[in-house]
């Protein structure tokens, strides 16, 4: 079991696995339990001598690991650009296209529900 476990954990669907596993265990947990809201009310506090930093989980994740996850995606995607797949103009066309269509579709969508609902 422990060698199929290690097989697969190389393999690219084990992290669409984990994907799904985790929203799957973050849907049941925000709907089914009180805990959700009081885990990022939870206050944490870090501190060297005199100097303290507190906050709350939701300020840690929302602006601190949200910062560095950014960070370290738009670093992937520069090095794609330079030297991975995306590094000539024709492997470059369908995400641009993509990128684009998900940005004007889904504004497109909501401009045409909320134009026609305010008539």
Known sequence: MSNFLLRFSRTEAFSGVLIIAAATTA??????TTSYTTFWHTQVSFGLGIHTFATDVDYIIGE????????????????????????TRA?????????????????????????????
Not at 92 to 108: H, Q
């Open 27 to 32: 849907f049941l947990w925000a709907n089914l």
């Open 64 to 87: 601190i690991a949200m910062s560095a996850f950014f960070l370290v995606v738009g670093l992937e995607i520069r090095r794609e650009l330079v030297s991975g797949h995306l590094a």
């Open 91 to 119: 492997s470059r066309v369908a995400p641009v296209v993509a990128a684009v269509a998900g940005t004007i579709l889904p504004a497109a969508i909501y401009l045409a529900f909320s134009l026609t609902r305010g008539s």
